[in-house]
């Protein structure tokens, strides 16, 4: 039962233009929402994250949307450079204190 | 900092044999973790630590075992290693201080494990 899913394996976008990284998930309980990116041979890094208090939350060229009645966020990317190719894996949680659950990932690469 | 490490960094065992992934974090975190990720998967969460002693099972905890008798150290230890097992191990700790705000984990770079 994969609680949190990003359907698109896979995301090629042109430097410059907008990334948009899609994300659902099936558990009500769930209260805070990660995301994650991760480069070939290396661990996950975090990257932003979103409480479920909040619709939106910015950090620089990244921002994650939440909409809880669609249990639905994203990862808007703007601009995306080449530098953001890498595989993004939303993660959520249904506390502070409690474990994580992933989703399998999506391949983004930006193309010059 | 060093923040999380991990030993080895790859292994290939035999059908059989046991080994330890070892994991260090200098970070004073109290929360330890360890996942593994298949090919085209997410992370699943083997076993995890809330601190020095206190150890509990994850999602998929079955042909492991751990232990966390440090802050620090928090190795995963694999019996009778078996194909199913052939897989990405992480390991990853935190800092949980009774806030309201989730503190991020931190990863280390992983050890690619092959068992044939």
């Known amino acids: 039962d994969q609680q949190v899913k990003q359907n698109s394996p896979s995301l090629s976008v042109q430097e410059g233009r907008i990334s948009i990284l899609n994300c659902d998930y099936t558990?009500?309980?769930?209260?805070?929402f990660l995301w994650y990116k991760k480069y070939p041979a290396e661990g996950p890094t975090f990257l932003i994250s979103?409480?479920?208090?909040?619709d939106k939350n910015e950090d620089g060229r990244f921002t994650v949307f939440l909409n809880k009645s669609a249990k639905h966020l994203s990862l808007h990317i703007v601009p995306s450079q080449p530098g953001d190719s890498a595989v993004y894996f939303c993660?959520?949680?249904?506390?502070?204190?409690?474990?994580?659950?992933f989703g399998t990932g999506t391949r983004l690469q930006v193309t010059l | 900092n060093a923040g999380v490490t991990q030993t080895p960094k790859f292994r290939i065992l035999k059908i059989g044999q046991s080994m330890t992934l070892q994991c260090t974090q200098d970070?004073?975190?109290?929360?330890m973790y360890w996942y593994r990720q298949d090919p085209g998967m997410g992370l699943k969460l083997i076993y995890y630590?809330?601190?020095?002693?206190?150890?509990d099972k994850g999602e998929v905890p079955n042909g492991y075992n751990v232990s966390r008798s440090t802050t620090e150290d928090f190795p995963l230890r694999l019996e009778l290693a078996a194909p199913s097992q052939t897989s990405v191990y992480f390991c990853a700790s935190s800092y949980y201080g009774g806030s309201d705000s989730y503190d991020e984990q931190f990863f280390g770079p992983g050890t690619r494990l092959t068992v044939l």
């Open positions: 970070m004073n975190h109290n929360y």
């Open positions: 993660a959520a949680t249904p506390g502070t204190a409690s474990k994580l659950t």
């Open positions: 558990n009500s309980m769930f209260d805070y």
């Open positions: 630590s809330v601190g020095a002693g206190i150890t």
């Open positions: 979103i409480s479920s208090i909040k």
